[in-house]
């Protein structure tokens, strides 16, 4: 008896029982304080409501244009910021003399909050679609960087001596030593790239936009309607998560190595 | 001439000689001042802004409202991990959604807080502290998790009591490390509070660089950018600062 009762209690003291339970008592919390206005009435809609909103985007064109945009946006400023980064963090890990010098400075300049770039690329670009795919890029551009740099200087010198010895050419030693090298590390840096560059384009759409799901947001927080805001919110979360989660999948087939460092997204 | 002073003549050099650039094409007419103002001309303003303007009442705002977002992430910060320690479980549970959490754009919630506590320092308080407060968490329990099992089990051959034992060995052990969360929450509060200002147009510098950039005024807005610039990077500095001075 008392082993069958020390078994169920292993069963159920589980993290999976425990983020479940958690999760329940979370959504029974909030659809008390919300029904009864217990705390701060109209900012706990019915979570039924915020699903049905929720439903509406996923099963209507509704959100079509502004996911388009958005995702143009983000799309375009990871290419950019992959074709920027990559190459110089190639460049710059390579020469140790230069990346000396430039290394604490982008370490600096990544700390720089890039939304406040913003009304710079406004002058320059306007309040279309291009000057955030610029906030997405230039947020993008560090992480990639600076993990490519890190991958560099991960490259074991004696495998490029190696390929000297047997007569490879600078650009048979780039292609067939240092890519498959630093893949790992770049892939994990276009991934947290790609974070950034959600962060970057979707906040900048939320100060000055004419379409995507940041310019959403802050229309419903303008027409106070709090679970449509909340559905979108959460239909952002969603689409961050599986891409997130899509791309860390890919990237580990493609590259075993791109698993290492784990929590490098911490410090963009 | 050092090593190190010789890197840093070249960063200078590489720093003012593309301000010089800039300078000369805005002065040359190649670029219009219409998008880009001369560095001088931004710097003057910044200058003016902080002897007569309202520059440094605005800095000491986000200032504040950094210390404030900071005290909070550490408070709870430091609970937080220490019981996701104690309680294994719980620890297990939550730590997977804690990163989840924190790699998400959760930024974009701003409103929420908004309408919670109204266009206010507040709002920014509290958002920038969630920001802060996740790193905290994991460090501290990461912290508390690795510390040596050989130092605890010298303090139990030594018959120490709990109180003993986490005052004499697992407080020494777990503050360096703690102290790397703290300097990445320190990071991560100082973007948030400087960003949500300028998207929220509330508090302090992130407020007036909105502003500016709301008049088109472009000198303020580059004297603005500059001064958020300066202010990040001194930030980074006096962190880098401290914890080398901490860690010697």
Known sequence: MAARQNSLQARIRTPWVMQASSLLLFIVGWEIIGRTGLLFPDLFPSIFEIFQSLWTYISTPLMLPHIQASLYEIGGALALASILGIPLGILWGSRRNWLEIVEPLILYAAVVPKIVIFPVFILFLGIGVHSKLAVGAIAAFFPIALLTIAGMRDVKKVYVDVARTIGATPLQIAIRVYLPAIAGQVFAGIRIGLGAAVTGALLAETKIAKAGLGFMIVEYYAQFRIADMYSLLLFILILAAVTNWVMKSLFARLSPASRVNPDASMYF | ?248
Do not use: C
């Open chain 2, 1 to 248: 001439m050092s090593e190190h002073a010789r890197l840093t003549a070249w960063r200078l050099f590489w720093i003012f000689g593309t301000l010089a650039i800039i300078e000369a094409s805005v002065r040359a007419g190649w670029i219009s001042t219409f998008f880009l103002a001369a560095p001088s001309r931004a710097a003057v303003t910044l200058w003016e802004q902080l002897v007569h303007g309202n520059a440094l009442q605005l800095t000491a705002i986000t200032l504040l409202e950094i210390f404030m977002s900071l005290l909070i992430a550490t408070v709870f910060g430091v609970l937080a991990g220490f019981l996701l320690w104690r309680f294994k479980l719980a620890g297990r549970s939550y730590e997977t959604w804690l990163a989840a959490l924190f790699s998400s754009p959760i930024i974009l919630a701003y409103p929420v807080f908004l309408v919670t506590f109204g266009r206010s320092s507040a709002a920014v308080i509290a958002l920038s502290s969630i920001f802060g407060l996740i790193p905290i968490i994991i460090n501290t329990k990461n912290s508390f998790q690795n510390v040596n099992p050989i130092l605890l089990q010298v303090g139990a051959s030594m018959n120490l009591t709990r109180k003993q034992m986490f005052r004499h060995i697992l407080l020494p052990a777990v503050a360096p490390p703690i102290f790397s969360g703290f300097r990445l929450a320190l990071t991560y509060i100082l973007k948030s509070v400087l960003g949500l200002e300028y998207v929220a147009q509330v508090g302090g510098v992130g407020m007036w660089l909105s502003d500016a950039a709301f008049k088109f005024e472009v000198e303020e807005v580059y004297a603005g950018l500059f001064g958020t610039i300066a202010l990040s990077i001194l930030f980074l500095y006096l962190i880098n600062r401290s914890e080398s001075l901490i860690r010697n």
